[in-house]
């Protein structure tokens, strides 16, 4: 049921939905009868599922345009009810901008994880975290650690957790967050981790020189079934972006395909 559904994932879903019924209108975002439920710039964000809440009114407007069956109504209805509901993230202090990453996130099938400045927040300690909030680094919107732990939690320890492809660097393998104690722990965590199926933990060593993902940090996300399309995001210091055109996607993979084979396994790099 559409009910039982994370709030964040109902957003999506109700989104796409109503951008297929849209184009299945022959309706572009600045057609009349479009602008006047929603200007291209607010249709964008709900069609990608990324508003803090849909109005049950907009959705009834947007299905009286979009000539929508009584099934497909009574469907974007039960979802736009499944968003309001609060996710597990809510009782933490999350960005709102952020929980669209965590929901994402719990449902991929396959993660491919390129952060070379920090260890990426599914594999870190809690010391190494609490170290990082210490010292407020820790800017991404999951800085409480709850949030951290629940968050492994479900990623890593659900009925079917994703592969993982993790690309770290020995930078932030060397960088003392929370002193010696702290980075020796973390690194036998990223060994133990690196052991159970389908986790590959890759390191890019200072021998290496230059590399491919110098330009900042990503994550490539699929999903099994169609349901939604392979996603890039991205973060930086002032926010965060979600691309899903094939441009995109290629250009990634292609980033961190060659970033790979230039890494090696995080147990080589221990034990070297």
Known sequence: MSSNLNPNLAKIQLGRFLKEYRLRAGLKPGDAEVVKIAKASKLKAIEAGRVQSFRYADILAFGSIYDVTRDELDNLTELQEASEKPGWYHQFDVLEAFTTFLTMESVASKLLIVEIEFI?????????????????????????????????ELVLDGEQPPEIVYITSEAALKRQVGGRKVMKAQLEHLVTMSERPGIDILVLPF????????????????????????????????????EEGERFIKLY????????????????????
């Open 120 to 152: 990426t927040g599914l594999f870190q300690i809690p010391e190494y975290t609490n170290a990082l909030r210490e010292f407020n680094l820790e800017n991404k919107g999951g800085a409480d650690k709850g949030v951290k732990s629940e968050r492994q």
């Open 207 to 242: 021998s290496l020189g230059p590399h491919h993902a110098m330009f900042g940090p990503f994550t490539i996300m699929y999903f099994d079934g169609g349901e939604f399309p392979t996603t890039v995001y991205l973060e930086s210091i002032d926010g965060s972006r979600y």
């Open 253 to 272: 993979e292609s980033v961190s395909d060659k970033t790979r084979k230039q890494a090696i396994p995080i147990k080589d790099y221990a034990h070297g």
